[in-house]
């Protein structure tokens, strides 16, 4: 037979059932949290909620919304432009191009976005506090001011961005193939922790309509983040041994993070740094030369302003090769820093990146053939009145054939002019197309690669190309998150800005196998599920018990100047009687009193 619940047992079961229904007066957390929500640092300043009350009045409420809103957009904001890094260099320079001076805009963008984020989290935080301890919410004008900056800054950040930048929503899609399942865990987690407030207000709430409306908006969102997982896609989640090679790194104009783009130092960098192909950009100059530069004109990789001042805005192609020559090509780099690396380079490579200068298309294909790399370049035909206008191919073709060493193998043709003539001329050069294309067309055409930007990453059609033998590189590819997506997408090749980087992964970030996936939600899912359903059993418990429990509410000054909740359950153990009164009274405002304690009868 079992043994009976000893006195002290039972004690202990009675204090813990004590401590449980006890509301406890956190007045100095109280206080903080309603001096830095709404500036109400004094006791007679804040109000307690009695039960069935809401939490706000409407212009509160409508506050509140404004500021649920701001913590929304802010949050998407922010992640889409930090998702947006891969990307920074081309928004620099495009507003270099626009303003005529260099600046990180995009860094600054960033901040700006994690500070209004930041400051709108802290906001949402405090109030869900005060809620938690049965406040009533009131914010202070200047947090509404700053909450209607944080709404506004979002809204046009995202309109102006999408209309320059909408190529950037790719890129956020592209990021939830690899991110969505680790969303999906904090989503749910957030929404867990939202079931405690949730549950306290629900059962603390008079009126039917209220109360469904706030349980069936909880439950619907719940639920869809419980079955999000069954219609999520990631090319990261694979079954063991699925997983083919790295993609092989081409260098963007060399390693541009390690020395000045363009330039012989900086292929030799990408080099080192472990491309197996060289990208580039050719001109040619006005007494036929071809020449490396991106731009068409030299004002931002070169000292033109200094050496040609009258000349910053002419065509880079309407200069002689001896001018170019002259001009330094690597200053500028030290000076502004694009990539924020030039200040981690050793002594030797910064003195390196000073001298150097325009590098010819001679020099970049024999360093590519003593090295055995691949090159890729986009060809830019002269200008009107250029006398190479009409000859550029042949003239390029001149130096691919006669003035280098380079095997045609080694050579991904890019430029679709003339290409017909350029198979003629040269058949073993690698017929590269920058456009995608049906297959018959590419086959037709005798192209043997795509060159194509990132945002057009397709598992379905990387294996419909690669299965007649075409191959896809894909530019310009320089986080790892999207180097992990291309890699898990078969993707043969990328173009890069951060090959040293790049080279240094041995898997693909986010790699997970079907099973430890199914795993990983399942369990989320679970969990989550019972811990809900606990916080929402304690709460009716502890509410019901409250109620059944207390011995009166007495209204004082429009407020509960008491509300007794105080329990003598005795019980006699061989003669010991016990007492359980742990629940304190429900403190007011500056008018009210708090209920007193009954001591315990006296053991008979």
């Given at each position: 037979?079992?043994?009976?619940?000893?006195?002290?047992?039972?004690?202990?079961?009675?204090?813990?059932?004590?401590?449980l229904?006890?509301r406890?007066?956190?007045?100095?957390?109280?206080?903080?949290?309603?001096?830095?929500?709404?500036?109400?640092?004094?006791?007679?300043?804040?109000?307690?909620?009695?039960?069935?009350?809401?939490?706000?009045?409407?212009?509160?409420?409508?506050?509140?919304?404004?500021?649920?809103?701001?913590?929304?957009?802010?949050?998407?904001f922010?992640?889409?432009?930090?998702?947006?890094?891969?990307?920074?260099?081309?928004?620099?320079?495009?507003?270099?191009?626009?303003?005529?001076?260099?600046?990180?805009?995009?860094v600054?963008?960033?901040?700006?976005?994690?500070?209004?984020?930041?400051?709108?989290?802290?906001?949402?935080?405090?109030?869900?506090?005060?809620?938690s301890?049965?406040?009533?919410?009131?914010?202070?004008?200047?947090?509404?001011?700053?909450?209607?900056?944080?709404?506004?800054?979002?809204?046009?950040?995202?309109?102006?961005?999408?209309?320059?930048?909408?190529?950037?929503?790719?890129?956020?899609?592209?990021?939830?193939?690899?991110?969505?399942?680790?969303?999906?865990?904090?989503?749910?987690?957030?929404?867990?922790?939202?079931?405690?407030?949730?549950?306290?207000?629900?059962?603390?709430?008079?009126?039917?309509?209220?109360?469904?409306?706030?349980?069936?908006?909880?439950?619907?969102?719940l639920?869809?983040?419980?079955?999000?997982?069954?219609?999520?896609?990631?090319?990261?989640?694979?079954?063991?041994?699925?997983?083919?090679?790295?993609?092989?790194?081409?260098?963007?104009?060399?390693?541009?993070?390690?020395?000045?783009?363009?330039?012989?130092?900086?292929?030799?960098?990408?080099?080192?740094?472990?491309?197996?192909?060289?990208?580039?950009?050719?001109?040619?100059?006005?007494?036929?030369?071809?020449f490396?530069?991106?731009?068409?004109?030299?004002?931002?990789?070169?000292?033109?302003?200094?050496?040609?001042?009258?000349?910053?805005?002419?065509?880079?192609?309407?200069?002689?090769?001896?001018?170019l020559?002259?001009?330094n090509?690597?200053?500028?780099?030290?000076?502004?820093?694009?990539?924020?690396?030039a200040?981690?380079?050793?002594?030797?490579?910064?003195?390196?990146?000073?001298?150097?200068?325009?590098?010819?298309?001679?020099?970049?294909?024999?360093?590519?053939?003593?090295?055995?790399?691949?090159?890729?370049?986009?060809?830019?035909?002269?200008?009107?009145?250029?006398?190479?206008?009409?000859?550029?191919?042949?003239?390029?073709?001149?130096?691919?054939?006669?003035?280098?060493?380079?095997?045609?193998?080694?050579?991904?043709?890019?430029?679709?002019?003339?290409?017909?003539?350029?198979?003629?001329?040269?058949?073993?050069?690698?017929?590269?197309?920058?456009?995608?294309?049906?297959?018959?067309?590419?086959?037709?055409?005798?192209?043997?690669?795509?060159?194509?930007?990132?945002?057009?990453?397709?598992?379905?059609?990387?294996?419909?190309?690669?299965?007649?033998?075409?191959?896809?590189?894909?530019?310009?590819?320089?986080?790892?998150?999207?180097?992990?997506?291309?890699?898990?997408?078969?993707?043969?090749?990328?173009?890069?800005?951060?090959?040293q980087?790049?080279?240094?992964?041995s898997?693909?970030?986010?790699?997970?196998?079907?099973?430890?996936?199914?795993?990983?939600?399942?369990?989320?899912?679970?969990?989550?599920?019972?811990?809900?359903?606990?916080?929402?059993?304690?709460h009716?418990?502890?509410?019901?018990?409250?109620?059944?429990?207390?011995?009166?509410?007495?209204?004082?000054?429009?407020?509960?100047?008491?509300?007794?909740?105080?329990?003598?359950?005795?019980?006699s153990?061989?003669?010991?009687?016990?007492?359980?009164?742990?629940?304190?009274?429900?403190?007011?405002?500056?008018?009210?009193?708090?209920?007193?304690?009954?001591?315990?009868?006296?053991?008979?």
């Open positions: 037979m079992a043994s009976p619940l000893s006195p002290l047992g039972f004690g202990r079961l009675c204090g813990l059932r004590g401590k229904l006890r406890y007066d956190h007045r100095p957390l109280v206080a903080c949290l309603s001096g830095l929500y709404g500036c109400r640092w004094r006791r007679c300043e804040r109000s307690r909620m009695r039960p069935g009350d809401c939490c706000c009045d409407k212009l509160e409420g409508a506050s509140f919304a404004l500021l649920v809103a701001a913590f929304c957009l802010t949050l998407v922010l992640f889409f432009w930090g998702q947006a890094e891969n990307d920074y260099n081309d928004f620099d320079w495009f507003n270099f191009g626009n303003l005529g001076f260099w600046f990180p805009w995009s600054v963008l960033l901040v700006i976005a994690a500070g209004f984020f930041t400051y709108v989290t802290v906001l949402v935080l405090l109030a869900v506090c005060l809620l301890e049965g406040q009533k919410l009131y914010l202070h004008w200047s947090h509404k001011i700053g909450i209607l900056v944080s709404l506004t800054f979002s809204v046009v950040a995202t309109a102006v961005l999408s209309d320059l930048w909408s190529k950037e929503w790719t890129t956020l899609l592209l990021s939830f193939q690899v991110t969505a399942p680790y969303l999906h865990l904090g989503g749910v987690l957030l929404v867990t922790a939202l079931a405690w407030p949730i549950a306290f207000y629900f059962f603390r709430m008079n009126g039917r309509g209220r109360r469904g409306l706030i349980l069936g908006v909880y439950l619907s969102v639920s869809a983040l419980y079955l999000v997982p069954l219609g999520l896609y990631s090319p990261c989640i694979k079954e063991d041994g699925t997983l083919g090679p790295a993609p092989t790194l081409i260098g963007h104009r060399g390693a541009p993070m390690l020395a000045p783009e363009n330039t012989l130092m900086s292929f030799e960098k990408a080099v080192e740094a472990g491309s197996q192909g060289l990208e580039t950009d050719v001109t040619i100059s006005i007494d036929g030369i071809p490396l530069m991106h731009d068409h004109t030299l004002r931002r990789t070169t000292n033109v302003h200094q050496a040609f001042p009258n000349r910053t805005d002419t065509p880079a192609a309407m200069f002689t090769w001896a001018e020559e002259s001009l090509a690597g200053a500028w780099f030290l000076s502004l820093d694009p990539f924020g690396t200040g981690s380079l050793q002594a030797a490579d910064r003195l390196q990146a000073a001298q150097q200068t325009v590098c010819s298309l001679q020099a970049f294909l024999q360093l590519a053939a003593r090295t055995d790399r691949r090159v890729i370049f986009d060809l830019y035909r002269p200008p009107k009145g250029h006398p190479f206008r009409d000859s550029w191919i042949q003239r390029t073709l001149e130096v691919l054939q006669n003035e280098s060493s380079i095997r045609s193998s080694q050579v991904l043709w890019l430029p679709s002019d003339q290409r017909s003539l350029v198979q003629d001329l040269d058949p073993e050069l690698q017929q590269t197309s920058g456009t995608r294309l049906p297959l018959e067309e590419l086959q037709s055409s005798g192209i043997v690669t795509l060159n194509l930007h990132y945002s057009a990453m397709s598992p379905r059609l990387t294996s419909e190309y690669a299965s007649v033998n075409i191959t896809t590189n894909l530019y310009v590819v320089s986080q790892p998150w999207l180097f992990s997506l291309a890699w898990c997408s078969g993707v043969h090749s990328v173009t890069t800005n951060a090959p980087l790049l080279a240094s992964l898997s693909p970030l986010f790699l997970m196998s079907p099973d430890e996936y199914d795993l990983m939600w399942i369990l989320t899912d679970l969990v989550s599920l019972v811990l809900i359903f606990t916080i929402f059993i304690f009716w418990w502890r509410e019901r018990r409250l109620t059944s429990c207390s011995s009166g509410v007495t209204p004082k000054n429009g407020t509960y100047s008491q509300f007794s909740t105080e329990l003598h359950l005795p019980v153990f061989s003669g010991l009687m016990t007492s359980c009164s742990p629940v304190h009274s429900l403190p007011g405002n500056s008018s009210t009193t708090s209920a007193r304690q009954q001591p315990p009868s006296p053991p008979s």
